[in-house]
């Protein structure tokens, strides 16, 4: 875009209206967008890449146009709303989040990156005069449930719009504003990697509290601080001593008797450094609710009686329109206690008016210690002089893993507030499994690379589709990043088959060239050596499967003869184990072991060389137990044969193939000739290069135009099932373009054969809640259940479709459509048809685990989203009125209360 010449100069007015002098970062990045540049900006949290952002909306209204502002999440979305509109007041700020919708309007709109996504599939009329989108926390495109959708507004935004990324530090900036520059045009890279505040590591051992680092060392390298190892050191010597750190007696093996620091203690310690305010991170939300609790029991008390009166205020301003019947269920009155006492949690388990309640609180001083889950790291405005660590491992979704480098600077970002503090702090609590070296190098590595997640689904793909048709879409989808940086992963590989290919024209000269003979002999030797090593492979499996089929045939007491290794001898099985793919029988030989063995131990099937009998119940881990079943086992008078039998004839002696191979080796001219075995081992070299070779062009296969082979499956079984039709979108495909859900096509496919027919709103809900819902642990799929009779029926009928789907999806080799999961149903039915907050909260969650408020909240919201979705995009009028009323319905209570 070209700005007008009045604009010229606007950095010099907008700097002159901030309390402070920009810094060099902002400066450029700043400069380049008012010369009409799109920019990134990759800098440490709490830097002030914000400022940036904030001068593409001055740079908008400026110059007449508009500005959106995207954020990840609705939290940030309404901090971002609510700075923004004390700066340019109420008429010129909108806010879009999905759930409010606040002067749309206006020339400035904070947005949800999913709002603006969806607007530009809608070809939205707000789109008009756009000049400036900011898109903050950028880095979020790695995020593997939500990350594609930044890649979609980046590749759909019309080229005149200038575009302000806003990224934490990552390693690949440059890679990132390459790809920014090939789909969006001129764009300038600012990289800032210094924190406004310097930051130091600490680790807290009991009581005492080390530098992480040694700040005195010469070494280049990094250090551990030396009175640091040497007190771990001391303390595990003294625990050895005192018999903590050896074995325990009876059951469990060894087990250390340390027990870290209660957090009273470490908040006391903390505050007695002068390190308060401070954020503690612990990965689960039942651990931060843990922690408050433990802090409550104590006397720990953090804040001073004069400001009783406006906590007070603070807490009635977010809580004074919750009902007061649900209070109690709420634990209204400790939160409201533990905010008295300086102290909080702040998780997504919260209900929101609870959680705003404390980031206001913490950010005017008033709470000055926070247990919080990692969420907290995302961008929501609490610096605090102080971050913890109780843990380096958390749950990732999938299992329990070690923090990365980038969760790791992410989290201790937090700490150090800028113009408050001269330094930030972050302490990692000791624990005997902590490793001071991994500590060092988290600590020490500052940046992560970006990735990509972007993958097309089917309502990214129908709305493709729709607006460009299937080249096209084709061709936009392999300009996205991922492809971006598969592409120069290829480029590696192209480069190491040309130097393959170098190497090869050498070797084939050395070989006497295309006519000497040899190129053919060698290859004859390399066809042998394949087909030797897949006899032998073979040969390999089939003594497997034998030995698991007799493994798996055998009975308890049989008696069978291990038949080498340390466990030779006889053996009595005492449990078996049928489990196909590798069973374990238990076993206890004729020398007392008791243990299970595998298929590896039977290099010929095991056979059965008689029978014993067992008691009812053997404990094996007995030893009185194990010495008089191997003194019965010897006296059965069962003997163990000699030796192994002799197996079957090796596959290769009687394989025709290999015959043939080997008469045409020996019938070779080049068989004869002297230097013969001089130019095969040149010929191995040649055939290793030739592998390596075709290995790595399978691998450029595989990755080049990745993303358009999964558009065209998607787009295959959409034309299936009759979303596309001669490349063109139908009126079953254009309602699948208007839901935006993890189980988009099987809502429209519902939709479309009318499943949800017949249901009364409160019904509706309950139903739609299993495609939104996701158990915290397992088995939240429990069947065709629910309250009411139409429900079951409309259950067991959605279940069906997704079903149906699954396989569709395994044919297509598609992804599968995430499992619906019943765990809110009767939860959100009690709640639209008008019960209470208890009986609700009863009826909802995984078995034995309730929901907390804050988590029923969050999803009657997404409910809530998915219904405003069924009412605007289903045919059946019916259907979209009962939608609406279920909307309604949910929209009470706690669920309306401070909407975030």
């Not at 949690?345 to 990692?374: D, N």
């Not at 302490?427 to 590595?445: F, I, K, M």
């Not at 798996?552 to 008696?559: A, E, I, K, M, N």
């Amino acid at each position: 875009m070209t700005y007008p010449r009045s604009q010229q100069g606007e950095l010099a007015k907008f700097s002159a209206e901030l309390s402070f002098g920009l810094d060099p970062f902002q400066r450029n990045a700043c400069a380049a967008l008012e010369e009409g540049h799109s920019v990134l900006v990759c800098a440490p949290t709490g830097a002030g890449k914000t400022v940036v952002g904030e001068f593409a909306v001055h740079l908008a209204l400026a110059g007449g146009g508009k500005c959106f502002y995207t954020t990840p999440i609705k939290a940030l979305s309404n901090q971002k709303f609510a700075d923004l509109t004390e700066r340019y007041g109420r008429d010129s700020v909108g806010l879009l989040t999905g759930d409010q919708s606040i002067n749309p309007g206006a020339p400035v709109v904070v947005m949800t990156t999913e709002v603006l996504r969806n607007m530009l599939y809608a070809s939205s009329d707000t789109l008009a005069t756009l000049s400036h989108v900011v898109m903050d926390e950028v880095h979020y495109l790695a995020d593997r449930f939500r990350g594609a959708v930044w890649e979609e507004v980046i590749l759909h935004l019309p080229p005149d719009v200038r575009l302000v990324s806003l990224s934490a530090t990552v390693s690949n900036a440059e890679e990132f504003g390459a790809w920014m520059e090939t789909v969006r045009g001129d764009t300038t890279v600012v990289v800032d990697e210094t924190r406004p505040v310097p930051l130091w590591q600490h680790i807290m051992v009991g009581r005492r509290m080390f530098d992480l680092f040694d700040t005195d060392s010469t070494d280049q390298r990094v250090v551990v601080d030396g009175d640091l190892v040497r007190f771990i050191r001391q303390r595990e010597a003294e625990d050895r001593m005192n018999g903590f750190g050896g074995p325990r007696h009876g059951r469990g093996g060894p087990r250390r008797f340390f027990r870290p620091l209660p957090r009273p203690e470490v908040l006391a310690k903390l505050d007695d450094e002068g390190l308060l305010p401070a954020i503690t991170f612990i990965f689960s939300r039942a651990g931060c609710d843990g922690a408050l609790a433990q802090c409550l029991r104590s006397r720990l008390d953090l804040s001073r009686p004069e400001d009783r009166e406006e906590i007070d205020r603070i807490i009635d301003k977010h809580t004074g329109d919750l009902p007061k019947s649900d209070l109690e269920v709420l634990g209204y009155w400790d939160w409201r206690e533990a905010m008295h006492r300086g102290i909080a949690a702040h998780h997504a388990g919260m209900l929101p008016a609870f959680r705003h309640t404390v980031e206001e609180l913490f950010l005017r001083g008033y709470v000055r210690a926070v247990f919080a889950t990692e969420t907290l790291a995302l961008g929501i405005n609490m610096p605090a002089r102080t971050v913890v660590l109780e843990r380096l491992v958390k749950f990732n979704g999938e299992s329990h893993a070690e923090l990365t480098p980038g969760e790791y600077t992410q989290l201790t970002g937090r700490a150090g507030r800028r113009g408050i503090d001269v330094e930030g702090h972050a302490v990692v609590l000791w624990q005997p499994e902590v490793d001071t070296s991994a500590v060092a190098g988290l600590a020490s590595t500052r940046t992560f690379p970006l990735r990509s997640s972007f993958r097309p689904g089917y309502n990214m793909s129908i709305n493709l589709i729709d607006r460009m048709g299937a080249d096209e879409s084709r061709a936009l989808l392999e300009r996205s990043f991922a492809q971006f940086q598969a592409d120069r992963s290829v480029v590696g590989l192209v480069r190491g088959i040309e130097r393959n290919e170098a190497a090869l024209r050498k070797l084939r000269g050395q070989l006497g060239g295309e006519d000497g003979g040899y190129l053919e002999y060698i290859a004859l030797r390399e066809r042998i050596k394949q087909r030797e090593r897949q006899l032998e492979q073979k040969g390999r499996s089939d003594r497997r499967g034998a030995a698991v089929t007799a493994l798996v045939s055998l009975r308890r007491g049989d008696v069978v003869a291990i038949p080498s290794g340390r466990r030779a001898g006889l053996a009595v099985i005492l449990e078996p184990d049928a489990s196909p793919g590798d069973p374990r029988p238990l076993v206890l030989t004729e020398d007392k072991w008791a243990g299970r063995v595998s298929a590896a131990d039977f290099p010929v099937p095991a056979e059965t060389l008689g029978h014993m009998r067992l008691p009812r119940r053997v404990d094996h881990r007995t030893a009185r137990v194990r010495r008089d079943l191997a003194s019965a086992l010897r006296d059965t008078g069962i003997s163990a044969p000699g030796r192994p039998r002799r197996g079957k004839r090796a596959p290769a002696a009687d394989d025709h193939e290999l015959a043939t191979l080997r008469r045409s080796l020996r019938a070779h001219p080049a068989h004869t000739r002297p230097d013969r075995e001089q130019k095969a081992r040149v010929g191995e070299r040649y055939n290793r290069v030739l592998r390596e070779s075709e290995t790595m062009r399978q691998k450029v296969a595989a990755t080049t135009n990745s993303l358009a082979r999964t558009f065209d499956r998607i787009v295959a079984l959409l034309t299936e099932r009759g979303f596309v039709e001669d490349g063109e979108v139908t009126a079953d495909g254009r309602r699948l373009s208007r839901i935006y859900s993890e189980s988009d096509l099987l809502v429209a496919e519902c939709l479309r054969r009318g499943l949800w027919r017949g249901l009364g709103p409160a019904e509706l809900a309950g139903v739609v809640s299993i495609l939104v819902y996701e158990s915290r642990q397992e088995g939240g799929f429990l069947g065709a259940s629910g309250p009411t009779a139409p429900i079951r029926r409309a259950v067991a009928s959605t279940i069906g479709v997704w079903d149906d789907l699954r396989s569709d999806e395994a044919k297509h080799k598609l992804p599968p459509t995430r499992e619906p999961d019943l765990g809110f149903v009767d939860g959100v039915y009690k709640w639209a048809r008008g019960d209470g907050l208890a009986e609700s909260l009863l009826a909802s969650g995984d078995q034995g685990s309730l929901l907390s408020a804050g988590d029923f909240v969050r999803w009657c919201r997404q409910v809530i989203d998915l219904l405003d979705q069924i009412h605007g995009s289903a045919d059946d009028p019916e259907v979209a009125a009962t939608a609406a009323k279920a909307v309604r319905a949910i929209r009470r209570g706690v669920v309306a209360v401070d909407a975030a």
